[in-house]
């Protein structure tokens, strides 16, 4: 359970701070604040049907950086949209998919490393496409769609905002 003068507190630090978002966890309860708009309203991505209790599930408007009484956990989230740019193949839909988080875009786990992905790479639902780095935290980003990574839209170590578009994907059974 949460106080509800700590919880006033944490408004006010967000507030008075340059975060757009926090959300902290305890004893099983997670409360997410953000001084922007839902996601779903701002950007109108579509629910990707993620479960919005655990961390690692997408809840629209929950793109966050999390912390607990351990220290920070990895978000390995994302938001999915359809792309309204012309696809790879005539009448093929892409997927877009968005950095949930304002970090550093890495492609590979090490600099030495092969990359997560490659155009032309088939995904799996659950497989890491790249990192995000925020506040020295590394967060595996992993797909919600199975499909065919069409493009990859940021360079490797280059800065990322919030709602950025990182990869577009042909998802099966689109188009």
Known sequence: MFDLDWIRKLIT??????L?????????????LSKSPPVSARLSFADVGGDPAPVAAVAPGS??????????????GMA???AST???EPGEELLEIHSPMVGTFYRAPAPDAPPYVEVG????TGQTLCILE???LMNELESEV???VREISVQNADPVEYGQVLFRVAEDGAG
């Open 13 to 18: 630090l967000i507030d008075e701070s340059e």
């Open 20 to 32: 757009d978002t926090i959300e902290v966890s305890r004893f099983g309860t997670r409360i997410v």
């Open 63 to 76: 793109p966050a950086t999390s912390v607990d009484g351990a220290g920070a956990e990895a978000l390995p």
């Open 80 to 82: 999915v949209e359809d």
């Open 86 to 88: 012309a696809a790879d």
């Open 121 to 124: 790479d088939r995904v799996q």
């Open 134 to 136: 925020a506040m020295k």
């Open 146 to 148: 199975t499909g065919v």
